[in-house]
């Protein structure tokens, strides 16, 4: 029995999406993610085979010139350093959105004047938010970058949130408009402009500190918007893979903003990481104690139980080899080491976890912050490195602090405590940390991975001793 060809397409596309589906349940969790990987890449290649297959393609020539250049864009794009895969990741969110937004302007003029009315709402909503992902994507990657003239902190004016509302509301009137007559083909580029501009003004306000829920609310918008264009296309493996990422990314921006304490308004419109200055009058003279690598050495030789809590330091020092070179040293002691993980430490979700996967730290030493903090009373050490926002506790004791009621790292609760940084300004929240301040606080200044790296030479020097 000879099938038809549309029979093996569909069977294709019902096997990527089943790899699609495991390959997120495997990722959910460290020692099944390189399994997830896999199956996603496996499931991508299936979708696009069978999508060769299919008869409406006429010619394959301007098909290999794309692929020709999606891979001598991507492959650099996979080999970037770790410290740049939170950028990276909003740039391929950004081609996407970008996909999108072209695919569904060539089904509109394709398919105009004779658009029926349900394709015409989704594509329009497929378009809009692939403008404004794209956009969006793009400042969150240039934010991130440090490009000059795109700065971490907000940038904000009087009335800004009004004006952003109208600017959507412009773009969505004009979509409504177009459902109700897709013949009026002049008013499609003006709805793709105000999407794309609305884009950028959603991103300039928000503060580097809130580039990490931006980054998964971004990738929830562009799972939305290829599953709009799903249904445009008839294409049931789009509207599942779209789905499936839309509804991730969603759940994973609710897990981050329920883990800083605030609301999907507050992150999107509160302008959060002005640098707070002190009220004139209230400034205090405030000391530190530092520490050098020979005395932090002592120390965490000395300690029983160690927890070092990664931050954005480590990862821009690329210090995670230089920390698992620690680990080592202390575990010979007999040191119990464990690692604090912070929900949004970092730049990206679960970027920590990432670095010290790299570094091949053990899964069973990686701790998430409710299951670490009812250690650290009984720890000796708590060195931090790089974290400045999330072992604040300010958090718990300041009322006026834009942190505050955000759940942090108790660091503080620790016997002793060290801060590497490279200075005393403050984090993404644009905030000072009492943490610095207190009595059992030593700071450690300089380059995270240098600093590092010395304290290992002075546990190594005094091993052999």
Same mark, same amino acid.
């Given at each position: 029995m000879n099938l038809p060809a549309n029979f093996f397409i569909e069977v294709v596309y019902l096997i990527a999406t089943g790899l699609f589906v495991l390959s997120l349940m495997w990722l959910s969790a460290p020692a099944t993610a390189r399994r997830g990987v896999l199956a996603g890449e496996i499931g991508m290649i299936l979708a696009v085979g069978g999508t060769l297959l299919e008869?409406?393609?006429?010619?394959?020539?301007?098909?290999?010139?794309?692929?020709?250049?999606?891979?001598?864009?991507?492959?650099?794009?996979g080999s970037v350093q770790m410290t740049a895969v939170p950028q990276r990741t909003a740039l391929s969110q950004a081609?996407?959105?970008?996909? &999108?937004? =072209? +695919?569904?302007?060539?089904?509109?003029?394709?398919?105009?004047?004779?658009?029926?009315?349900?394709?015409?709402?989704?594509?329009?909503?497929?378009?809009?938010?692939?403008?404004?992902?794209?956009?969006?994507?793009l400042i969150a990657a240039g934010k991130l970058q440090e490009i000059k003239f795109i700065p971490q902190r907000p940038v904000t004016y009087k009335g800004q949130n009004i004006i952003n509302l109208l600017i959507l509301?412009?773009?969505?009137?004009?979509? &409504?408009? =177009? +459902?109700?007559?897709p013949s009026h083909t002049f008013l499609y580029p003006i709805m793709v402009g105000i999407a794309l501009v609305f884009g950028v003004m959603l991103v300039v306000p928000i503060g580097g500190a809130d580039m990490p829920t931006v980054i998964s609310l971004m990738n929830s918008y562009a799972g939305l918007s290829a599953a709009a264009m799903g249904f445009v296309l008839n294409s049931k493996l789009l509207i599942v893979a779209g789905a499936l990422d839309g509804s991730s990314g969603f759940i994973l921006s609710v897990i981050m903003s329920k883990?800083?304490?605030?609301?999907?308004?507050?992150v999107l419109f509160g302008a959060f990481g002005q640098v707070q200055t002190p009220a004139h009058g209230t400034a205090e003279a405030k000391t530190v104690r530092s520490a050098t690598a020979e005395e932090a050495a002592a120390i965490l030789g000395a300690a029983n139980k160690v927890v070092i809590v990664p931050g954005y330091g480590m990862a821009v020092a690329q210090a995670q080899h230089k920390v698992r070179e620690l680990f080592d040293s202390l575990t010979k002691k007999g040191v119990d080491v464990k690692f604090g993980i912070h929900p949004v430490a970092g730049r990206m979700p679960g970027h920590m976890n990432v670095l010290l996967a790299e570094a091949d730290i053990p899964y069973d030493r990686l701790l998430?912050?409710?299951d670490i903090n009812s250690d650290l009373p009984q720890t000796d050490v708590a060195l931090v490195i790089g974290a400045n926002d999330v072992t604040n506790p300010a958090a718990r004791s300041d009322t006026t602090s834009p942190i505050y009621g955000m759940p942090i790292l108790d660091v503080d609760k620790a016997r002793t405590v060290m801060v590497i940084k490279r200075s005393m300004n403050p984090g993404f929240a644009g905030i000072d940390n009492p943490l610095y301040y207190l009595d059992r606080t030593l700071m450690l200044f300089g380059d995270?991975?240098?600093?590092?790296?010395?304290?290992?030479?002075?546990?190594?020097d005094s091993a052999a001793h």
């Open positions: 008869k409406g393609i006429i010619d394959y020539q301007w098909v290999a010139v794309a692929l020709v250049l999606g891979a001598i864009i991507g492959v650099p794009l081609f996407g959105a970008c996909c &999108v937004t =072209l +695919v569904g302007t060539a089904e509109f003029y394709l398919r105009t004047p004779n658009v029926p009315k349900f394709t015409m709402v989704v594509l329009s909503l497929e378009v809009v938010l692939g403008c404004l992902t794209f956009t969006g994507s509301a412009s773009a969505i009137v004009v979509a &409504v408009a =177009l +459902v109700l007559n883990a800083m304490n605030r609301s999907f308004t507050n998430e912050m409710e995270a991975k240098g600093f590092v790296n010395e304290i290992v030479r002075e546990l190594s």
